[in-house]
């Protein structure tokens, strides 16, 4: 495995969003928040140099994968891979292309990363409702967006992403990272979470038609919800919302999960 800080590496591209972790500790406790299984096959987005791949490898599960987008790191997991199992198979490729969909319920997925700030959120939009086969996940992501993430209706960081994401997995937000820990220091704390999907007790909804309707109410997030939903309806927008038990004065900061779930099945947006 290359070496886990990066040295004699290239040097860190911002564009990648490579800000590398430095400290063996934590990267011990992101990876046992993961809480790996030896029947369980392990995704893991961006090893880069390996501060969380050699702890991966360590707790032995049965198969474990890496996606990386720089071509130097990919190649140099190949080059330098253990001959002792598990076997690792590094994969050259962009993590937002890659078909979360096929990781089916046949076998236990878990998936980890210290996510690329820039795509961070797009990633965990995406893996986090598309994989069935999904048994857990771990992310380092920016503390800000880990606040999103796990934020309650009427609070300010409540938003499209923690109604997305709480209507598939329970997310938790397992502990903070302070900047100096990695190479080179990002201006923001980072936070690890951890995601379980909710399996059968998810809510009945149509995920493409719950995302456009995500879409449409919180790029509107200080309006009311019937001024917001009037060009979508046929019907009298207040009396619609008033049968579904809505306050048709509400803002969409303030409705739960259920609420948008509800109301993605009686409003068709294009
Ligand atoms: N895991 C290492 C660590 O903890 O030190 C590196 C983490 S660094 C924050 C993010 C890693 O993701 C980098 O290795 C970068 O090259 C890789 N990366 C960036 N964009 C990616 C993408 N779209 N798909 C896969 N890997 C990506």
Redesign the pocket.
Known sequence: MPS???AGGPR??K????????DRNI?AK?VAALRIGPEDRVI??????????RHIHAAGPAQLFL????YH?ATEHGRTRPAEPPLITPVL??????PWERLTPARSWKVI???????ASP?MWDILSTAPGLARAVF?IQKEVGERIVAAPGSGAYGALSVWLQSFVTPRMEFIVPPQV?VPRPKVDSAVLSFVPLGAARGRFEPARLSRLLKVCFQQRRKQLQRILRGYVQEDVSALLTGLGLDPAVRPESLAPEDFHMLSESVKIP
């Open positions: 886990p800080d990066g860190a591209k564009s990648l969003g490579q800000n590398f972790l430095r990267a992101i893991e987005i961006g090893p880069g140099p390996g501060a969380l791949t996606l990386e987008k720089d790191w490729t962009d993590a937002l292309l890659f990363g210290n996510l690329p700030y820039n795509v990633l380092m990695f």
